[in-house]
Nanobody, 125 residues
């Protein structure tokens, strides 16, 4: 099992940057993909970014591609999401989650488990 706790959210101005952290525990952390999702009020949970077990492969949602960067440090059991050029439409609760399986790079919410409590990101105009 993998347990995760997100942190690093806050209030930033449009065009600014923020780095989110996801602290994980559990023996499977270094063996599974990790992902970031976000959810704004009244909207479905949206895929943001994912990274495979080693950090070699990554994938991003179209709305954040070129602006966000996902990375992981398996020695520290931590996943990061660096967010640049933030826009008001990036405002949401951001969630970290562990992939259900050992291999692959999933992007569907159904393929992730062990969700964290989320961290709020608010971008002002």
């Amino acid at each position: 099992q993998v347990q995760v706790v997100e942190s690093g959210g806050g209030l930033v101005q449009a065009g600014g940057s923020l780095r989110l952290s996801c602290a994980a525990s559990g023996r499977r952390f270094s063996s599974v993909a990790m992902g970031w999702f976000r959810q704004a009020p009244g909207k479905e949970r949206e895929f943001v970014a994912a990274i495979n077990w080693s950090g070699y492969s990554t994938d991003y949602g179209d709305s954040v591609k070129g602006r966000f960067t996902i990375s992981r440090d398996n020695a520290k059991n931590t996943v990061y999401l660096r967010m640049n050029s933030l826009k008001p439409e990036d405002t949401a609760v951001y969630y970290c989650a562990a992939g259900r399986y050992e291999y692959g790079l999933p992007t569907d919410v159904a393929d992730f488990a062990s969700w964290g409590q989320g961290t709020q990101v608010t971008v002002s105009s």
